[in-house]
């Protein structure tokens, strides 16, 4: 037999699967076996880091549920999702941001002009703006999803127990005749990622918070077009310089105006305090 | 704020750890936070790419128990588990193998001579050697920690439900006065890694086998030397050249031999139809 060294394994552990030569799949498996093997080669890995890892692994999967997402959340405090994120944006449409845990994909159709706010309290805030295509021309009918936290940065669909009603705080918008959409809100406020897990544990190892700044979540689609998962993020709110999962982009901020009736020229169910304006920019679909 | 792009991501990732300048965590956490991202952008990856990655995870932790390790089966069968045992490989020891999932730590001790077969048919096989320090020098007292498979392929503590006693098959012997051990045993069989969950399904995505070349485990210990976890195989059997689990070493084959009355020079409780030798070679403690 062909012996096997430290620097010939990987080859061998490679050409162990038969993959379909530059196959997708063939140039991921191949890509993370060489990244893991020269990561252990660098640094020498010992047994007890190794199965320290393995185990951090295996708790990540003891705590996690369809609903407690610890992997994916690994992978956002190690920027990796939004990395991801990144890798996939198109040039000229609006960046992409985290998806996050809390998405439900049959929210309610609500009219332009809607209040989300189901009676909570905080600020209300008028949100608006264009979907256009890259040219600027309006992409009349556009879909506009969005979901957030409340004032006290928390979840409806997190406290069901308590009586809320997890629909709370989201709504489906048809753009209009010029792609414009708007309604009202409550102004979400900062909340904290879990960290009660193995990734929680991670953070405090590394002396970091767990906190998002406050933000609003979107996916915007179009026939036609790409769909753009995103968040938007408010200026100079805190955490915006070191979000726990590297969401923030400095294109995705916008910036909170008082209102004034001047800044309104539509017709809301609620009357704001304060406005937020964000145009989202599709490219067509490849 | 300084605004973050897919390259300067993964400087602001690892800047929000607050580790220790150079501390072993810190190198670890930056290595794999490199990798990981490298990997990423090398391979443009998809969402839908990155969530099978994550989903893939989050199987093998719900079909993980404290007896069903499915993380050290993929660090197995992607060859890091035998990279790992490689770069901790001394010069001049005997190399390191898989420790397995299934060592206990209280295993009897039992005689020089004595049978692990428990009456169970097979070929019988005396197993005998040497350990000694890399001068050759007879390390007398070194302990020799035995477990194994039987001539099914099956360890006793798989089978406990079917009444088999889990510490069958295993021994603990201490070396004579010139570093020998020698005890009678079943020849072992090969057997599957377990190929039920997730990384059974990358197997077969890979038209890959399970099977393990059988093999007989070994942990030897002496005080003032580093302890070695290794494996011993069998010239010319089944799975030889191609272990799903990389562990086969050239310098872990030995010859089983016919046993011929010359072969043995040792009183043992059961006649041996078969002989294998092998010696353990430890490296001092740094």
Redesign the interface.
């Known amino acids: 037999?062909?012996?096997?060294?430290?620097y010939s394994?990987?080859q061998?552990?490679k050409d162990?699967?038969?993959?379909e030569p530059d196959s997708?799949?063939e140039?991921?498996?191949h890509?993370?076996?060489d990244?893991?093997?020269?990561?252990?080669?660098?640094?020498?890995?010992?047994?007890e880091?190794?199965m320290r890892v393995?185990m951090f692994?295996?708790d990540?999967?003891?705590i996690?549920t369809p609903e407690r997402?610890?992997?994916?959340l690994l992978?956002d405090v190690?920027?990796?999702?939004?990395?991801?994120?990144?890798?996939?944006s198109r040039g000229g449409a609006t960046e992409g941001s985290n998806l996050g845990p809390f998405y439900l994909d049959n929210a309610p159709r609500k009219p332009l002009g809607a209040d989300l706010s189901d009676e909570r309290d905080g600020v209300c805030i008028l949100v608006h703006g264009k979907v256009t295509d890259s040219l600027h021309n309006p992409l009349p009918g556009a879909i506009v999803d969005t979901w957030q936290a409340d004032a006290a940065g928390t979840y409806p669909i997190q406290e069901q127990e308590q009586g809320q009603d997890k629909m709370d705080l989201r709504g489906v918008f048809e753009a209009d005749e010029n792609g414009r959409y708007w309604y009202t809100t409550v102004l979400p406020k900062p909340y904290t990622v879990p960290y009660d897990g193995p990734v929680g544990e991670l953070l405090r190892?590394?002396?970091?918070h767990a906190w998002r700044p406050a933000h609003l979540h979107y996916i915007v689609r179009h026939p036609g077009m790409n769909s753009i998962?995103t968040e938007v993020f408010f200026e100079n709110m805190d955490y915006?310089?070191?979000d726990a999962v590297?969401g923030?982009?400095?294109?995705l901020?916008a910036k909170v105006k008082p209102a004034k009736k001047a800044d309104i020229p539509y017709e809301t169910q609620k009357t704001p305090d304060a406005v937020v304006e964000f145009d989202f920019v599709l490219a067509p679909e490849s």
Chains 1, 2 share one sequence.
Not at 16 to 19: H, R
């Open positions: 037999m062909k012996d096997i060294n430290e394994l990987t061998a552990v162990s699967f038969k993959t997708r799949f140039q991921l498996l890509g993370l076996i990244h893991l093997h020269d990561f252990t080669r660098e640094h020498q890995l010992t047994h880091e190794w393995l692994l295996y990540c999967g003891k996690s997402h610890e992997f994916i992978s190690l920027g990796f999702s939004a990395l991801v994120d990144m890798v996939n190892a590394g002396k970091r998962t915006i310089d070191n590297f923030v982009r400095k294109s901020i």
